[in-house]
């Protein structure tokens, strides 16, 4: 037992290590030498975990995605649907420390998709089942009365997450005008447009 418990911590503090690195340096300037002295570990117990810089962005991004998927988890489902989608989507939005190093160590993931099919299949599956749960939380606000049963869910779905993917990468790119509080506005701002054509039940 203490020995999977001391393993779990070295897993855990090499995790939070790869973060921090992986947001400050980049993957192209992350090395395992890098992690392993942020970890304060040696080099060789970073390379138990991780055999190649690609190994370790991979990882990196499944530790991004466990923790959004439990940030997800939290959010109650509850009526208005609108309050929920509000709720449901600044789960993405880089509004701590935390999430800003996972904005970061996601955007360096994008660039590495382009080239990688492995990288590439991570996102297409993390990105289908955003989609299939959004356009279902919207199918659910029409059968509310809440949104125009004329549009199209499974449409607004992707612009409302490409909407706010463009609002982390400005987060991320300028900082001016996309600070958090205008970030999670214009959240606000685009929801009260796509329900404000909502039709009464």
């Known amino acids: ?13 090499i995790t939070h290590a790869l973060m921090r ?17 942020a970890a304060e570990v040696s080099v060789g117990l970073v390379q138990r975990y991780f055999r190649s810089k ?24 509850t009526t208005p649907v609108r309050g929920f989608v509000m709720r449901l989507m600044e789960t993405f939005l880089p509004l701590d420390p935390e999430r800003e190093r996972e904005l970061r160590v996601w955007l360096t993931f994008l660039q590495a998709t382009l080239t990688d099919e492995k990288m590439a299949a991570v996102h297409r599956a993390a990105t289908a ?15 509310a009365g809440e949104l125009d049963p004329a549009l199209d869910p499974r449409v607004e779905a992707a612009a409302l997450v490409a909407f706010v993917d463009g609002l982390c990468l400005h987060h991320a790119a300028t900082g001016t005008g996309y600070d958090a509080a ?7 701002a685009y929801l009260g447009r796509l329900f404000g054509a909502e039709v009464a039940a």
Do not use: C, K, N, P
């Not at 205008?182 to 606000?188: E, F, M, Q």
């Open 1 to 13: 037992m203490t020995r999977h418990a001391d393993a779990d911590t070295r897993r855990s503090q």
């Open 21 to 37: 690195t992986l947001a400050e340096r980049g993957l192209a300037r992350t090395t395992l030498v890098d992690v392993a002295a």
């Open 54 to 77: 690609d190994e370790l962005l991979l990882f990196g991004i499944e530790h991004v995605y466990r923790r959004v998927g439990e940030r997800v988890r939290q959010v109650q489902v």
């Open 129 to 143: 089942d955003l989609l299939d749960g959004l356009a279902d939380a919207l199918a659910g606000a029409q059968r």
């Open 182 to 188: 205008g970030i999670r506005a214009a959240l606000a």
